[in-house]
């Protein structure tokens, strides 16, 4: 008889462990497959009319974000730092780049000068390159070392610490 | 007449016991038979849309419908009406025109978003347990109500307990006295 009682404790055990797993586990961090892969290509008309490609960028690090000017207040306290992070490391060959998803010319147009960008942002017609990232939701942005591979994606806004790492990182391999 | 029947310590004859047994071992099959039944009857339509030559839209939602809006909560590309589930159903049509089948747009999908994209998780790894354990629940769940139920009726079958002579003896007498009672 003895086993018998023993037995519904026992068979709550695999259950509390499954309950552990799946309280343990943020059901909004979603795994990318596209870390440690080669980035998709793109092809984006830049704002002021010239067209950039991720082929045209070869052997350059890359840092990719898709934003969008509804995104408040995510894409607009990050937005600085994209800037100063750029404007720091242009020199040392880091390119950066905006995607602007579902979003209007003009109220993309106000957010860029509201943060004086001066990294080439672009619209993304269709949502093909947002898609093509696995990207649901802004910000995301993807790190992109030289040699064309995301070595890592972060979904949400960026901070000082995390960009300062990443960066670095691309930067450094050769 | 019905205290009768209500009676526990009836006895009933084996012939009885063993249908009972039987009913129930058939309960718990058909139990364990009924969510086989469901997808089993939808599992048809969803062929023949395949085979037959539906028009673009259909295969669209088709495909669609298989894919999670990745910024909705438990809705699927089809049938959800963000701007990017809509830019997504655009992309299917044009991958569709373009000749790609079902599957290799989905793998397309989960390439770039991985399984989490895919409304009906795929049947490997870890993912075995979202389809295994309700089987496995519903198994128990079903061994537990039969064997609750056989002792129920185990119990129901025992004999009752000797009635006291003294106490049946009043209840006839009080029987009669009424009766009587009643005739005058």
């Known amino acids: ?174 | 007449m019905g205290l009768h029947r209500r009676r526990p310590g009836r006895p009933g004859s084996i012939a009885t016991r063993r249908r009972e047994r039987w009913a129930l071992a058939l309960l718990a099959c058909l139990s364990l038979l009924m969510p086989l039944a469901a997808p089993a009857a939808t599992g048809p339509a969803k062929a023949d849309a395949g085979v037959s030559s539906p028009d673009l839209e259909e295969r669209v939602r088709d495909v669609a419908s298989e894919l999670r809006c990745v910024v909705c909560q438990n809705l699927s590309v089809a049938d959800s009406p963000s701007d990017l589930a809509k830019e997504m159903r655009n992309l299917i049509r044009e991958l569709l025109q373009q000749g790609k089948s079902r599957e290799e747009i989905k793998a397309y999908f989960v390439s770039r978003y991985g399984d989490f994209v895919l409304l009906e998780p795929p049947k490997r790894g870890f993912n075995l347990l979202v389809w295994g354990l309700p089987f496995a629940a519903l198994l128990v769940g079903a061994c537990g109500v039969y064997l609750v139920a056989k002792r129920w009726t185990e119990r129901g079958h025992q004999a009752a307990p000797p009635l006291d002579p003294a106490y049946a003896e009043r209840v006839r007498r009080e029987l009669k006295e009424r009766e009587g009672r009643a005739g005058s």
């Open chain 1, 1 to 174: 008889m003895s086993w018998k009682k023993a037995l519904i404790p026992l068979a709550c055990v695999p259950l509390i462990i499954l309950l552990a797993y799946g309280f343990r586990t943020d059901p909004k961090a979603i795994p990318s497959p596209l870390v440690e892969k080669a980035a998709p290509g793109f092809r984006i008309a830049i704002y002021d009319g010239d067209d950039l490609s991720l082929e045209g960028l070869k052997g350059k690090p890359v840092v990719l974000n898709f934003w969008a000017s509804w995104c408040y207040p995510a894409c607009y306290e990050e937005a600085p730092l994209l800037e100063a992070t750029w404007w720091k490391y242009k020199d040392q060959g880091l390119m950066m780049v905006g995607v602007d998803i579902q979003d209007k010319e003009a109220n993309a147009r106000e957010f860029m000068g509201r943060f004086n960008f001066t990294f080439p942002n672009g619209p993304d017609p269709g949502s093909k390159v947002s898609i093509d990232y696995g990207v649901y939701g802004v910000p995301e942005t993807f790190f992109i070392d030289r040699q064309g591979r995301i070595t890592y994606k972060h979904v949400g806004g960026l901070t000082p610490e995390l960009i300062e790492e990443q960066v670095r990182a691309i930067l450094k391999e050769r």
